[in-house]
């Protein structure tokens, strides 16, 4: 069974940086996206960045676009993103996803539309930015 397991996250000023990880299990299927969504109070979850099995094709939303970069260590079976110049607009609860067993569906549009495919979801991280 595909779960997930977040950590990192905290509190940091304009500027500075934070890393994420995602410890992913039992994946063992040749096509699967890990994603990282966000969802601020107020405002609908978003899609931040996802990185999909397929030649590591990634996804990154433009509100981070150059900020923020998303990685895998396969060794680890664990995803990181790496944010940094962050903004207050940043501030939100951080979720890791995955989705696997899916049919073939480019990596923008897993992020962007396809969100119930996401069927393990971590616990969410806080991510605040703040002077």
């Known amino acids: 069974q595909l779960q997930v397991v977040e950590s990192g996250g905290g509190l940091v000023q304009p500027g500075g940086s934070l890393r994420l990880s995602c410890a992913v299990s039992?994946?063992?299927?040749?096509?699967?996206?890990i994603g990282w969504f966000r969802q601020a109070p107020g405002k609908e979850r978003e899609g931040v960045s996802c990185v999909s099995s397929v030649e590591g094709s990634t996804y990154y939303a433009d509100s981070v676009k150059g900020r923020f970069t998303i990685s895998r260590d396969n060794a680890k079976s664990t995803v990181y993103l790496q944010m940094s110049s962050l903004e207050p607009e940043d501030t939100a609860v951080y979720y890791c996803?995955?989705?696997?067993?899916?049919?073939?569906?480019?990596?923008?549009?897993?992020?962007?539309?396809?969100?119930?495919?996401?069927?393990?979801w971590g616990q969410g991280t806080q991510v605040t930015v703040s002077s």
């Open positions: 039992g994946l063992t299927l040749d096509y699967y996206v």
């Open positions: 996803a995955a989705a696997g067993g899916v049919p073939y569906i480019p990596v923008q549009d897993m992020c962007v539309m396809y969100e119930l495919y996401f069927a393990s």
